[in-house]
Each structure stands twice: as structure tokens, then as C-alpha cells.
């Protein structure tokens, strides 16, 4: 322990950042563009949608198929009560439920209005803004066919749409974009101080010469490792709390579920982005090398394959296999998932089972790297 306290110590006075420009400026762009060229769209479809058909008439499977039939949308599944709903709207299966009311058929063939309820998960408040939309306009549409299908004297005696559509937005009511953001930043935060910051720590060691002393020393390996990344997971849990606390006291997101269950999945994500940073110091000559790696090989790319700006659904089927490499887009569902819909651990266990698989098998491979020798 005395040993390890002193490797702290030394690690925590040599906490500098020295910029510099770096020999992989050209490869790096040209991956970057390629990548991120296909991710980077706004485009919102293929939307998950969740039926709940109660009725389970002809005229119910003809709504069904319209949604089905567009290119916006994508029908995931089909239930009966509303009740199923829920649990494909927290797991994030579905981002919008139409509901489909019992006599539904009856009240379309005698021409009157009947209404069915549209459930939208408001997580991400931009992409389900157009999403809605996109329903909005496919069911008026499909009303209006209804109204010129039917009978002359029922279309004289109809005031009013066949189809009254009731839109509910559960987990962020008021589409306030800051609150899918913001949990969102979190995550970046954490990525971005401890992955920059564990990337230059054995590296530093061999930049300056200082590795070869650390190497005649007892100490073992094991213990450099962890000395030099302590102080940084410090760093991240103390990041953890400032801005849990602004997210919460300042631009008042709602922290719907539990804050401990939060705060021990964000050390676990640290760990993850502890591992990287280690590894990428391992494979790194110089502090400018392994900040350049760092920036545009790993950091860069996940920021914008994790979901954090553009929805995972929207890129290239060839892209998305990729992002399941990505620990932040874990991290992502969980600390949104925590923050809006309040879900706990019974559902936000594969996501932390991901995690702690990545961060072993990267942290392992850290490890085996980091010799005990120079060179």
C-alpha cells in the first residue's frame, strides 16, 4: 500500500495536457470521413412501432398495414391490451405504440368517429417530434380516405374524422430536447477526461525516461496499473457527481430513478473508459501520438456511433454492427434510462453486462501489454 500511495502521488503531479501537432493527422481524417460520412444523418425512420390491437378486426389490420407499408415506420410487434406496451417502451424495443381501441371496426363501418391513442417514448425529443408527425399526417390521410370510401349520405351526416388520434408522450411529456442531451453528456464527459488522461500514463513513463526507474523498482505489475489509474477514476467519480448535480439542481432534469444505481454503473463505465485510455497508452510512443490515436481512432468515432447525436436505427445496416463495440453506447441507455423513465437494474442489466465484458477483455489486453521493460 505504501508503494501504491506513492505511484498515486507522482501520477496526480503529472497530470499536465501539452497539445502538440501529431504524425497520424493525415490517416485519421480520411477514416473519420468515411465512417462517419454514412452515420451522420437526421433522417428519422424506420421508427420501432408497438400495435396494441384490441380489436383485431379487418379494418384494424388495414390501419396496421399503412403503418407497416411506410418507410417511416417499422411494426416491431403486436399485443392486445395496452398494458404490453410498456415494458417494449422502457427496454427502448419500440419508440412509439398505437393503440387500438375494442369496436374500432364496428365504428368505422358505420361511419362515426372513433379514437385510438398514439404512446411515444419522449426520450430523444427531436427524433420523436418528427416521428409523431409522421403519424399524425399517416392517419389523417388514411381518415380522409375513409370519409371519400364512404357512403354519400354518411359522408353528409359525418362532421368530423372517422379517426380521432390521441397522442400521449410518456418519460419527457414536454419534448424538452435538454433532457435526452444532457444525461447524454455524462457520458462523453467520462469518456472524454479519463480516456484522454489514461492514454498518456505509461507513455509519459517512457517519453521522459521515468519507466526505466519504475522498472528496476518492486513494484508489480498489477500495482502500476493500478496506481496509474486511480487517480483518474478519482477524477471521473468526482465528474460523476458535479454534473449529476448540475444536470439535476441547474437545468432541472428529472433523475427519475435510483442515484446509487447510477453512480455504481458509472464506475463501471469508467472502468471501460480507464482500460481504453490504458490500452491506447500501451500501443503509443508519445504523449502526442497517444492523444492523436485516442482523439480520431477511438473517441471521435464513438461520440458519433454510440447514438448520442445520431439514432443507431437511422445508419447503414453495414454501420450498426459496429456500434456494438461502443461501451458509451451502453452507457448511453443506461443513464438515460435512468435519468427519464426511472427503470432499474432488472432492465438495464444486459447494458451492464456488455460493459463489464468490454472493459475486462480491454483492461486484459492492457495489461499483457504493459511490460515491465522498455521497449
Same mark, same amino acid.
Not at 433523475?255 to 497508452?281: H, N
Given at each position: 500500500?505504501?508503494?501504491?500511495?506513492?505511484?498515486?502521488?507522482?501520477?496526480?503531479?503529472?497530470?499536465?495536457?501539452?497539445?502538440?501537432?501529431?504524425?497520424?493527422?493525415?490517416?485519421?481524417?480520411?477514416?473519420?470521413?468515411?465512417?462517419?460520412?454514412?452515420?451522420?444523418?437526421?433522417?428519422?425512420?424506420?421508427?420501432?412501432?408497438?400495435?396494441?390491437?384490441?380489436?383485431?378486426?379487418?379494418?384494424?389490420?388495414?390501419?396496421?398495414?399503412?403503418?407497416?407499408?411506410?418507410?417511416?415506420?417499422?411494426?416491431?410487434?403486436?399485443?392486445?391490451?395496452?398494458?404490453?406496451?410498456?415494458?417494449?417502451?422502457?427496454?427502448?424495443?419500440?419508440?412509439?405504440?398505437?393503440?387500438?381501441?375494442?369496436?374500432?371496426?364496428?365504428?368505422?363501418?358505420?361511419?362515426?368517429?372513433?379514437?385510438?391513442?398514439?404512446?411515444?417514448?419522449?426520450?430523444?425529443?427531436?427524433?420523436?417530434?418528427?416521428?409523431?408527425?409522421?403519424?399524425?399526417?399517416?392517419?389523417?390521410?388514411?381518415?380522409?380516405?375513409?370519409?371519400?370510401?364512404?357512403?354519400?349520405?354518411?359522408?353528409?351526416?359525418?362532421?368530423?374524422?372517422?379517426?380521432?388520434?390521441?397522442?400521449?408522450?410518456?418519460?419527457?411529456?414536454?419534448?424538452?430536447?435538454?433532457?435526452?442531451?444532457?444525461?447524454?453528456?455524462?457520458?462523453?464527459?467520462?469518456?472524454?477526461?479519463?480516456?484522454?488522461?489514461?492514454?498518456?500514463?505509461?507513455?509519459?513513463?517512457?517519453?521522459?525516461?521515468?519507466?526505466?526507474?519504475?522498472?528496476?523498482?518492486?513494484?508489480?505489475?498489477?500495482?502500476?496499473?493500478?496506481?496509474?489509474?486511480?487517480?483518474?477514476?478519482?477524477?471521473?467519480?468526482?465528474?460523476?457527481?458535479?454534473?449529476?448535480?448540475?444536470?439535476?439542481?441547474? @437545468?432541472? /432534469?428529472?433523475? &427519475? #430513478?435510483? =442515484?446509487?444505481?447510477?453512480?455504481? !454503473?458509472?464506475? %463501471?463505465?469508467?472502468?471501460? *473508459?480507464?482500460?481504453?485510455?490504458?490500452?491506447?497508452?500501451?500501443?503509443?510512443?508519445?504523449?502526442?501520438?497517444?492523444?492523436?490515436?485516442?482523439?480520431?481512432?477511438?473517441?471521435?468515432?464513438?461520440?458519433?456511433?454510440?447514438?448520442?447525436?445520431?439514432?443507431?436505427?437511422?445508419?447503414?445496416?453495414?454501420?450498426?454492427?459496429?456500434?456494438?463495440?461502443?461501451?458509451?453506447?451502453? @452507457?448511453? /441507455?443506461?443513464? &438515460? #434510462?435512468? =435519468?427519464?423513465?426511472?427503470?432499474? !437494474?432488472?432492465? %438495464?442489466?444486459?447494458?451492464? *453486462?456488455?460493459?463489464?465484458?468490454?472493459?475486462?477483455?480491454?483492461?486484459?489486453?492492457?495489461?499483457?501489454?504493459?511490460?515491465?521493460?522498455?521497449?
Amino acid at each position: 500500500m505504501q508503494r501504491l500511495r506513492c505511484l498515486v502521488r507522482k501520477e496526480l503531479q503529472e497530470l499536465r495536457m501539452n497539445p502538440r501537432l501529431f504524425r497520424l493527422v493525415i490517416i485519421a481524417p480520411v477514416i473519420q470521413l468515411t465512417m462517419l460520412g454514412y452515420a451522420a444523418t437526421t433522417d428519422v425512420r424506420d421508427v420501432p412501432l408497438v400495435v396494441a390491437d384490441g380489436d383485431r378486426s379487418q379494418a384494424s389490420r388495414e390501419l396496421i398495414a399503412r403503418f407497416d407499408a411506410s418507410p417511416n415506420f417499422t411494426v416491431v410487434g403486436t399485443v392486445t391490451t395496452v398494458s404490453e406496451i410498456a415494458p417494449m417502451l422502457e427496454r427502448g424495443t419500440a419508440s412509439l405504440a398505437l393503440s387500438i381501441p375494442v369496436g374500432y371496426g364496428d365504428q368505422i363501418r358505420a361511419a362515426r368517429p372513433v379514437k385510438v391513442q398514439i404512446v411515444a417514448d419522449g426520450t430523444d425529443s427531436n427524433s420523436t417530434n418528427v416521428a409523431l408527425g409522421y403519424a399524425s399526417s399517416l392517419i389523417g390521410g388514411y381518415a380522409q380516405e375513409l370519409v371519400e370510401a364512404s357512403e354519400p349520405a354518411q359522408r353528409q351526416a359525418s362532421t368530423a374524422s372517422p379517426i380521432d388520434a390521441r397522442i400521449r408522450v410518456w418519460f419527457n411529456p414536454e419534448l424538452e430536447s435538454r433532457y435526452f442531451m444532457i444525461p447524454g453528456v455524462l457520458a462523453l464527459i467520462l469518456l472524454i477526461i479519463t480516456a484522454n488522461l489514461a492514454a498518456m500514463a505509461i507513455v509519459r513513463e517512457k517519453e521522459l525516461g521515468t519507466l526505466e526507474q519504475l522498472n528496476v523498482t518492486p513494484l508489480r505489475r498489477w500495482e502500476l496499473i493500478v496506481g496509474k489509474l486511480l487517480p483518474y477514476g478519482v477524477i471521473a467519480l468526482i465528474d460523476v457527481l458535479l454534473v449529476v448535480a448540475v444536470a439535476v439542481l441547474w @437545468f432541472e /432534469v428529472p433523475l &427519475r #430513478g435510483s =442515484f446509487f444505481l447510477l453512480f455504481a !454503473l458509472s464506475v %463501471l463505465y469508467a472502468l471501460c *473508459t480507464l482500460a481504453l485510455g490504458l490500452f491506447i497508452s500501451t500501443i503509443s510512443d508519445t504523449q502526442q501520438q497517444a492523444m492523436m490515436t485516442a482523439t480520431f481512432f477511438f473517441l471521435t468515432p464513438m461520440i458519433y456511433l454510440s447514438g448520442f447525436i445520431f439514432p443507431i436505427e437511422n445508419m447503414p445496416a453495414v454501420i450498426q454492427p459496429l456500434t456494438y463495440l461502443i461501451p458509451l453506447r451502453y @452507457f448511453l /441507455v443506461i443513464v &438515460r #434510462g435512468i =435519468f427519464l423513465k426511472g427503470i432499474g !437494474l432488472e432492465l %438495464l442489466w444486459p447494458q451492464a *453486462t456488455a460493459m463489464a465484458a468490454w472493459g475486462t477483455v480491454v483492461l486484459t489486453l492492457a495489461v499483457v501489454r504493459s511490460r515491465k521493460r522498455v521497449g
